[in-house]
T-cell receptor
Framework: KQEVTQIPAALSVPEGENLVLNCSFTDSAIYNLQWFRQDPGKGLTSLLL?????REQTSGRLNASLDKSSGRSTLYIAASQPGDSATYLCAVLTSGTYKYIFGTGTRLKVLA | SAVISQKPSRDICQRGTSLTIQCQVDSQVTMMFWYRQQPGQSLTLIAT?????????ESGFVIDKFPISRPNLTFSTLTVSNMSPEDSSIYLC???????????FGPGTRLLVL
């Protein structure tokens, strides 16, 4: 059974710092991995999607990498801003069930 | 991309009552899902809403408690029946773009059961 874990659970950093969020999954048989952002009391916004054949994806200040064989993904946020404060969730689309399994999330706070 | 709306955005309900949540998508989609997010938790898939047939429920969720309708490719409803305080959660409608497999989410319905 696929399990997805995110470390750290919470993170507080000063504005301008570069930071890395980690996601690990137990079953490497995946179609893709997606990173989402969730603001308090709101739905999820898709940030980046990495197909299983890809190593990384970039969008603006965000860069996500995927190492499928080791069951890991990282989300790199460059030059963090207070507006980046949110919960970040990773989710893997598993090959067996074709359903997304979500991680536990990292709650990020960027201080001005 | 898909734009998803949900009604109501939030509600406070009494124990023992039922609430129906509506989900509307701005385009026809094959795959539509309902998730629950309990306070401080990640997302748990409740069921896959199938157009023209019964929904497919995940382990721990049953049709009597969470009946789902999907009359067409742009609309679905989820009913939370005979509610208890443990049902207090955010309920999220989601669709998947089959071509790119990107998943899109609605804004959620925040439910509080007293």
């Amino acid at each position: 059974k696929q399990e997805v874990t995110q470390i750290p659970a919470a993170l507080s950093v000063p504005e301008g710092e570069n930071l890395v969020l980690n996601c690990s999954f137990t079953d490497s048989a995946i179609y893709n991995l997606q990173w989402f952002r969730q603001d308090p009391g709101k739905g999820l916004t898709s940030l980046l999607l990495i197909q299983s054949s890809q190593r990384e994806q970039t969008s603006g200040r965000l860069n996500a990498s995927l190492d499928k064989s080791s069951g890991r993904s990282t989300l790199y946020i460059a030059a963090s801003q207070p507006g980046d404060s949110a919960t970040y969730l990773c989710a893997v689309l598993t090959s067996g069930t074709y359903k997304y399994i979500f991680g536990t999330g990292t709650r990020l706070k960027v201080l001005a | 991309s898909a734009v998803i709306s949900q009604k109501p955005s939030r509600d406070i309900c009494q124990r023992g009552t039922s609430l129906t949540i509506q989900c509307q998508v701005d385009s026809q989609v094959t795959m539509m899902f309902w998730y629950r997010q309990q306070p401080g938790q990640s997302l748990t898939l409740i069921a896959t809403a199938n157009q023209g047939s019964e929904a497919t429920y995940e382990s721990g969720f049953v049709i009597d408690k969470f009946p789902i309708s999907r009359p067409n490719l742009t609309f679905s409803t989820l009913t939370v029946s005979n509610m208890s305080p443990e049902d207090s959660s955010i309920y999220l409608c989601s669709v998947r773009d089959r071509a790119q497999e990107t998943q899109y989410f609605g804004p959620g319905t925040r439910l509080l059961v007293l």
